[in-house]
């Protein structure tokens, strides 16, 4: 059943915020260090940041154009690099560590969500201010690059999921799953389209009950169409261009349907994390034959594949016309940057587990490094000038 809350009163993510910004000192307190790559790289990258933090960030986010980079911290801190790479540091009084972050170049806005708090926003990067939305249980956010929209899914300890859709006026309206919960959500560029992944469900955190599968949903909330699967939906994305919504399963299958909830087509070993470049041309995933490799979203044909010798699960980021991928091994440590021809730039940090985002144009990537030994962070930022 859709709640609708269209008049709810909003919360603002400056009311969770710091009083001080810039040169903020406290837990996400920052050394600048000159930048000294940690393995031989082609003459045209250059690493541009390499900053020791007192807190870990195993999140990160890159713009289109990769003029702006952030990177979120297990204090709950954000820091923002702007185009000159310099850093400022936004910190947050929740007791959370940012899970997910999402930035949109068109609405100069970025995503936000502490999953241990449950709690999401969206945060105008110039304003620095945004509303926050509670959705106990949860587990993804996406959010729309045209407008800023977003949506939640949840994952209960017990209990059915539910989605939610939120805009910059805080919560517009929330489903309730009949039948499952959910661990993935995506949004299409104009908001008008939510996919979601749904999972079983826990009953008293014993026994998994329930049907999952992927779900389509209208703005207004009202669901299209399920397509039900035997096993747990892992992961989900949609894109409108190719009017194409691809998901994995558990098992390392991943399926692509049409808009209409009609299977076009499937592989049954490709790894189960699939991800759509934003023109909608490519999927990308990271096999179990640790390669990454590249589908015609529309008829599943293979494009191409680069091994790179380890699986990067769901920490992948992909180029918005799907030639160049970020491939993140998290807990080895290990970064790739991979295209058709193979791998362009690679990093093993042995010093703890290492994630990464790439920006739109592949010209711009950043890693976020947490240090072990130290349980202190390091973030850099690379800059390729053939891309």
């Known amino acids: 059943m859709v709640t609708n809350i269209k008049h709810a009163r909003r919360a603002f993510l400056s009311l969770i915020a710091g009083s001080t910004l810039a040169g903020t000192a406290g837990a996400s307190a920052q050394t600048h260090r000159n930048p000294s790559p940690s393995t031989e790289q082609p003459t045209s990258i250059e690493q541009v940041v390499q900053d020791q933090y007192t807190a870990v960030s195993l999140v990160t986010d890159v713009s289109a154009s990769g003029d702006t980079v952030l990177f979120g911290f297990d204090n709950g801190d954000l820091v923002i690099y702007d185009p000159n790479r310099q850093s400022e540091i936004f910190p947050f009084s929740v007791n959370s560590g940012i899970s997910h972050i999402q930035i949109e170049e068109a609405t100069n806005t970025a995503a936000l969500a502490w999953m241990d708090a449950d709690l999401y926003g969206s945060l105008d990067l110039t304003s620095q201010d945004g509303p926050v939305v509670e959705h106990p249980g949860l587990w993804d956010i996406a959010m729309a690059s045209e407008d800023a929209t977003m949506a939640s899914v949840s994952s209960p300890i017990d209990g059915q999921g539910s989605v939610i859709l ?12 009949d039948e499952a919960a959910a661990n993935s959500v995506d949004i299409t560029a104009d908001g008008d389209s939510i996919a979601v992944g749904g999972t ?10 329930g049907t999952p599968g992927v779900m389509l949903y209208d703005s207004e909330g009202e669901q299209q169409w399920v397509y039900e699967t035997e096993l747990d939906v892992i992961a989900t994305q949609i ?11 558990e098992d390392g299958q991943i399926f692509a ?3 209409d909830g009609e299977l076009r087509w499937e592989d049954p070993l490709a790894g189960g994390w699939p991800y759509i470049s934003r023109d909608g041309s490519t999927v990308i995933t990271s096999t179990i034959e640790v390669a990454i490799q590249a589908y015609d979203s529309t008829t599943g044909e293979e494009l191409w594949s680069t091994e790179i010798g380890a699986v990067a699960g769901e920490d992948i980021s992909v180029t918005e016309d799907g030639t160049r991928v970020l491939a993140s091994a998290r807990t080895e440590g290990e970064i790739y940057v991979v295209e058709e021809s193979g791998v362009i730039w690679e990093n093993a940090y042995d010093v703890g587990p290492a994630v990464g985002a790439l920006s739109g144009t592949g010209g711009t990537w950043s890693v976020g490094i947490q240090q072990n030994e130290e349980q202190t962070g390091r973030v850099e930022i690379y800059e390729d000038s053939a891309a």
Request: hydrophobic residues 35%; aromatic residues 12%; proline residues 0%.
């Open 257 to 259: 349907l049409d808009l």
């Open 200 to 209: 079983h469900y826990w009953v008293g955190a014993t026994e998994r009950e």
């Open 166 to 177: 939120a805009t910059e006026d805080g919560q517009q309206w929330r489903d309730n799953f």
């Open 239 to 249: 894109n409108a261009e190719s009017e194409c919504v691809v998901a994995g399963t």
